[in-house]
């Protein structure tokens, strides 16, 4: 019998993970991706403990460890520096069987990319239509020679935020909405050590993520209209939180310019209704954008392909009953998790009245740090499935 095809379309975290979930089960993958080279732009990812469980069920957990960092101490301060909440790292490893980990996103999607064949990554792939069915789905794309058509057993459509795959198969869901906050990232040099963690002022926020190997990855978001740019996005950050508590203004000056990124943080607001059309099965950014607010995004995306993976094991004819528990496993929890990372900014971030913020301070500061500890450790405590 030949081996079920499977068809991804988009290299990012999530469809080079699905890539290599599926290739460890016995599929022959190809990956199509509309970029001219196979690379991550982006700075630093935050990998809570479920996102590791995933890459370890994908063999790639020692890789992403190595060159692992002493475990920082973390939790949320305010913009003086004075600690509202702290996060006991060595407990929240007893629980949860693994350390969170700030990682570059670059070499994150290096070792997904080396794990796979490279004859399975066609770039200069651009997909314009896919046909879910009935029997194999259809995908039609511009490639370096022009329009082509692949057959395949199983599409992914893992094709991000503004998934075409997404508006064509379900047309009813209006396009991901901008969620009230600008962000503004970079991964530098630095050489004192950090702690993992997030300090917020009235609707505006700063987080540091050790990245080991002497980086920091910092981030900055503030509640603002969108489209809006400035002539250098590093004085327009240092502008609003140049007087913060140290390290901050020292991260802020060991940034070189020009290396900046800023993003509108955009979310699909209306929830899809499956994550599964025909032969067609969406994961990611596609399925369920979500604001970075948990930090969860990327590892909702690696959960996803670890299950896709596990349930497609069992080759073409099980596959409408294993896309139909892929639906069933993923659609509540990551919609679950979208709902509680918008809720966790407009509680957080961009909460601005002061009177709300004092509140907001003192219930934080109260709180014993075993219930926050459960509160951070409510959804990144998950395991892949067995077998
Ligand atoms: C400011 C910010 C901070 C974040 N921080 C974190 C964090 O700390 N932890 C975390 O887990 N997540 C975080 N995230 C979220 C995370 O980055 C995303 O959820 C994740 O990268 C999504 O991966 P993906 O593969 O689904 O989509 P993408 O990374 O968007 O990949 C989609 C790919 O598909 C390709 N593509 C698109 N259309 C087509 C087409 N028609 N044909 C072919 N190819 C196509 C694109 O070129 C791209 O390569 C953050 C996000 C932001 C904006």
Redesign the pocket.
Known sequence: MDEPHAVV???????LSAALALHRRGWRVTV????AELREV?AG???MAN?LHALDALGLGPAVRRGEHAEAPGGIRDRHGRWLSRVDGAEMTRQLGTTALGVHRATLHRILREALPASALRTR???EHVEPGPERAEVR?RGPDGPRTLTADLVVG????RS?LRAQLWPQIPAPEYAGST?W?AAIAFGDAVPAAISWGPAAEFGMVPLGGGQVYW?AALTTPPGGHAPDELAAVRERFGDWHAPIPELLAATPPGVVLR?D?HHLATPLPSYVRGHVAL????AHAMT?NL?????Q?IEDAVVLGAVCGDGVDALPAALAEYDRQRRPRSQAIARAAFRAGRYGQQLRNPLAVAVRDAALRLTPARAALRGMARYADWRPPAG
Do not use: M, S, W
Not at 158 to 161: H, I, R, T, V
């Open positions: 379309v988009g290299a990012g975290i999530g469809g199509l991706e509309r970029a982006g990812l935050t990998l996102a792939a651009e997909v794309y893992a094709d991000g935020l075409r962000a990232r981030y993003n943080i994961l990611g950014d596609a970075p930090g969860q995004g990327a590892g995306a």
